[in-house]
């Protein structure tokens, strides 16, 4: 049955629990000003549609919402879509509010027929390569006011003819290249100055970050400079104007020509908003020891994401980095987002007609930093060290993003994944006849025994392959290991295939147990899992020590570990 969280966390809630949600939604409202701006801009939106989006949809994924700490608003991964479709000149703005709506009733449907862990099917290896396909493309389409440049349109570059910024990336690096003698080196330097402060601020202090301080400061001396030495940059007052309060709700266009046209981007948006607002909710459980509701989490979403484009705004989603900054400033329910979005409406109403001295250079330097993050060049230097299946899936998701469209890059790489999948599955079929399946000493059998396990060790048996569809089954462990437990054997000895996305649960099981001060010790291990675990360094941060072949040695390691002081 649906319940928001919001219900669940105001029962007991004390003027000390307001306290640490007030002071956590003021600073995750400030933190989330710059990056609002930002990311509208860089969807080749004007700046006030990603303050609506983070207001009218960031208090409705914490009023509405299965997470207790969960921020929403903009967010990087719709950027492509989005600027795809409103420079559609058949859609526009309106065919993205059509498309958001409709997200949004995708969304509820999926949280109210119980379908939130069907995101958990999606591999891992398609994540990283869509999120590292957006981070170049947020990075592309800000090199220009990074740099400065003041393209003339039109332009005719190698035969084709622009007569606005184009939205694709081999057209965004043409027109760039042909634009390159225009560079604004006071811009340039700006941008750098920026972004070298961005990544250097967290040695100062991590509890205000260094977007906001160097957003104010480049806004402070641009406008020193500029009256003192008549130096000229882009500003976004040059290119919009920021009203001072929220527009009047208006329903968007629902003719069923155009609900036809625009359903596939509807799908990408409703896929993306439930994957990384699930993935920000998994974070935020591990941050706080508390459970997220998906399902109620998708209806949530599904709610902001109809709300939003009613008030002007974009497709949103649950932000992981927002997130964390309420939780390490003591946010622990709903209400700090509830305040968030409340603190964002305030400095618009108050302030927002200063918004538009914000040098568009510093805005790029603040999301070059963003795109940097995205990236994720330590999950990517992962995968490429394991199997060529997945570093193929990681290669054409990110390939399709960065070309073609984000919509294909999911479903080609979602193709592919399956195909290698089932290949994987066939070879290992045919291999299990073979005399030198396992490693040497492992019963696999599958006969059943009695094993008297010592206090405080708990086994759990993995049954079958654990790849991107069977990472639940660590989940499950995890919930069962309860206090007294101080050693979890996980036995593999019927685990005869594991990828990318079984090597990530394993991570997430370890940083769980490491929280809890539980040892995992791994029994059974056949080869290809453990030759995996040896590409990636799984082996070393689980320790060779606790890899065994058999569950005698594990259980022994166990009990070591159960008597030590």
């Not at 649960?505 to 147990?513: E, F, M, P, R, V």
Request: include cysteine; aromatic fraction near 8%.
């Amino acid at each position: 049955m649906y319940k928001p969280e919001l219900l669940n966390s105001l029962k007991g809630y004390s003027l000390k629990n307001f306290s640490q949600d007030f002071i956590a939604g003021i600073i995750v409202g400030i933190v989330a000003l710059p990056l609002s701006i930002a990311f509208a801009i860089a969807s080749g939106c004007s700046p006030e549609t990603g303050l609506y989006t983070a207001i009218i949809a960031g208090f409705c994924i914490a009023a509405f919402g299965g997470t207790k700490v969960q921020i929403g608003g903009p967010t990087g991964a719709f950027t492509v879509i989005i600027y795809a479709i409103v420079n559609n000149p058949q859609l526009g703005f309106s065919g993205l509010a059509t498309a958001t709506v409709l997200a949004g009733i995708l969304l509820i449907l999926l949280g109210a027929f119980k379908l939130g862990g069907l995101v958990k099917f999606i591999p891992y290896t398609i994540v990283v390569g869509f999120t590292a396909g957006i981070a170049v493309t947020i990075a592309t389409g800000q090199l220009g006011d990074f740099l400065g440049l003041s393209p003339e349109f039109p332009m005719t570059v190698f035969g084709n003819e622009y007569t606005k910024m184009p939205g694709t990336f081999a057209g965004k690096i043409a027109v760039y290249a042909s634009s390159i003698g225009t560079v604004n080196w006071y811009s340039l330097i700006m941008a750098v100055l920026s972004l070298a402060a961005i990544f250097l601020w967290p040695k100062v202090t991590k509890k205000i970050p260094g977007s906001l301080i160097v957003i104010i400061l480049a806004t402070v001396i641009h406008i020193f400079l500029n009256k003192k030495f008549g130096l000229q940059t882009v500003l976004i007052g040059d290119r919009y104007k920021i009203p001072s309060g929220l527009p009047t709700p208006a329903l968007p266009a629902l003719d069923l020509l155009t609900i036809k046209t625009v359903f596939p981007t509807a799908v990408s948006i409703a896929v993306l908003a439930a994957i990384e607002s699930l993935l920000s909710a998994v974070v935020a459980d591990g941050m706080t020891g508390s459970k997220h509701d998906s399902n109620n989490e998708l209806i949530g979403q599904g709610i902001a994401n109809i709300a939003s484009p009613l008030f002007g705004g974009l497709p949103a989603t649950g932000a992981i980095a927002r997130t964390a900054t309420n939780i390490n400033n003591g946010g622990r329910t709903p209400v700090a987002g509830i305040v968030h979005a409340a603190v964002l409406l305030l400095i618009m109403v108050v302030f927002g007609k200063y918004v538009e001295y914000i040098p568009m250079a510093a805005l790029a330097a603040v999301l070059m930093q963003v795109a940097w993050n995205m990236a994720g060049i330590p999950a990517i230097r992962s995968l490429i060290k394991g199997q060529k299946s997945d570093i193929t899936v990681l290669a054409v998701t990110f390939l399709l993003t960065v070309f073609v469209d984000l919509t294909y890059a999911i479903g080609v790489g979602l193709m592919f994944a399956a195909f290698f999948f089932i290949k994987k599955m066939i070879d290992l079929s045919e291999v299990q006849s073979g005399s030198r399946t396992v490693v040497v000493g492992i019963r696999g059998n599958g006969s059943e025994e009695q094993i008297e396990l010592p206090q405080g060790v708990m086994v759990y048996e993995i049954d079958g392959p654990l790849f991107f569809g069977t990472v639940r089954k660590f989940e499950f462990a995890m919930e069962r290991a309860g206090a007294d437990v101080k050693a979890i054997i996980f036995r593999m000895r019927n685990t005869l295939y594991l990828d990318a996305g079984g090597i990530q649960a394993l991570g997430q099981a370890k940083n769980a147990c490491d929280r809890k001060g539980i040892q995992i010790i791994l029994s059974g291990i056949h080869t290809q899992p453990y030759m995996l675990c040896e590409k990636t360094g799984m082996a070393d941060k689980i320790g060779r020590e606790n890899i065994f072949d058999n569950i005698e040695a594990a259980l022994n390691r166990a009990t070591q570990i159960v008597n030590e002081p």
